[in-house]
């Protein structure tokens, strides 16, 4: 497969995924919207990926590229049926991109918390062979507040109702990140508005802690992604 990557901010980027796409012989071709590059035709790829970013969805006059990236997701999702994956930004984008609706979280997620599958998760082929209880890293504060007609929610959390959705056959997206590396935390706490909203949750030295934490269950983490990326790759067989 040739995968198109939308990325928000150069840190934030496929991360463990690029392994996994390297050793089966999977290509990806990166879009950096921050800064101006253009999207491209989309006949040209096999599938799409939107990772994460600083921005919001409705942030539309401060990035007029959000607009433009909305529109695409629904032609590459809606109409050509392409296979898909979002994370963090992404997934709220393809909530957006078919009729939902995202908005602020009444309380940030920031930390190493937990992620329960729903019944739809637990017997679906996204999440085979991942525990129902499982933590990961979260880091944001908006959540999708409206499903997309016809969306599944596969995995929630007490502090955000739909932390991993479904969209017909091939569109999967998860609030949570599971792509962390060793320098994942350290990169992203160079972002002003990351390292904000990490100070405000954790206090001084948030940074660091978080990295040891995450660090700590990197195996863990890195299997569960292996897992999923394995388990997307069926998904998008499906015709």
Same mark, same amino acid.
């Given at each position: 497969?040739?995968?198109?990557?939308?990325?928000?901010?150069?840190?934030?980027?496929?991360?463990?995924?690029?392994?996994? !796409?390297? $050793?089966?012989?999977?290509?990806? $071709? &990166?879009? $950096?919207?921050?800064?101006? *590059?253009?999207?491209?035709?989309?006949?040209?790829?096999? &599938?799409?990926?939107? =990772?994460?970013?600083?921005?919001?969805?409705?942030? $539309?006059?401060?990035?007029?590229?959000?607009?433009?990236?909305?529109?695409?997701?629904? +032609?590459?999702?809606?109409?050509?049926?392409?296979?898909? /994956?979002?994370?963090? !930004?992404?997934?709220?984008?393809?909530?957006?991109?078919?009729?939902?609706?995202?908005?602020? /979280?009444?309380?940030?997620?920031?930390?190493? =918390?937990?992620?329960?599958?729903?019944?739809?998760?637990?017997?679906?082929?996204?999440?085979?062979?991942?525990?129902?209880?499982?933590?990961?890293?979260?880091?944001?504060? #908006?959540?999708?507040?409206?499903?997309?007609?016809?969306?599944?929610?596969?995995?929630?959390?007490?502090?955000?109702?739909?932390?991993?959705?479904?969209?017909?056959?091939?569109?999967?997206?998860? +609030?949570?990140?599971?792509?962390?590396? !060793?320098?994942?935390?350290?990169?992203?706490?160079?972002?002003?508005?990351?390292?904000?909203? /990490?100070?405000? #949750?954790?206090?001084?030295?948030? #940074?660091?802690?978080?990295?040891? *934490?995450?660090?700590?269950?990197?195996?863990?983490?890195?299997?569960?992604?292996?897992? !999923?990326? =394995?388990?997307? /790759?069926?998904?998008?067989?499906?015709?």
């Amino acid at each position: 497969m040739h995968i198109l990557v939308l990325q928000h901010a150069r840190v934030e980027h496929p991360g463990i995924f690029r392994e996994f !796409l390297k $050793e089966d012989g999977h290509t990806w $071709e &990166a879009v $950096e919207l921050d800064e101006g *590059e253009a999207l491209p035709d989309i006949e040209g790829f096999d &599938a799409l990926w939107v =990772m994460g970013g600083p921005m919001d969805v409705w942030e $539309e006059d401060k990035y007029p590229w959000l607009k433009l990236e909305k529109k695409y997701i629904n +032609q590459a999702v809606n109409v050509k049926g392409l296979p898909f /994956l979002g994370l963090y !930004l992404g997934h709220q984008l393809l909530a957006e991109a078919l009729g939902g609706e995202v908005g602020k /979280l009444d309380f940030p997620e920031v930390g190493v =918390m937990d992620i329960q599958l729903t019944e739809k998760g637990a017997t679906g082929v996204f999440f085979d062979d991942v525990p129902s209880l499982f933590q990961c890293l979260q880091w944001h504060s #908006a959540e999708v507040k409206r499903l997309p007609e016809g969306a599944q929610v596969l995995a929630t959390s007490p502090a955000c109702a739909v932390q991993a959705m479904s969209w017909g056959p091939r569109a999967y997206s998860l +609030q949570f990140h599971v792509e962390i590396e !060793l320098d994942t935390v350290q990169n992203w706490a160079k972002i002003p508005e990351y390292a904000g909203a /990490l100070d405000a #949750a954790v206090g001084q030295g948030g #940074a660091a802690k978080l990295e040891a *934490e995450c660090n700590a269950k990197i195996e863990t983490f890195n299997t569960i992604a292996e897992r !999923l990326y =394995m388990n997307w /790759l069926q998904t998008a067989a499906k015709v």
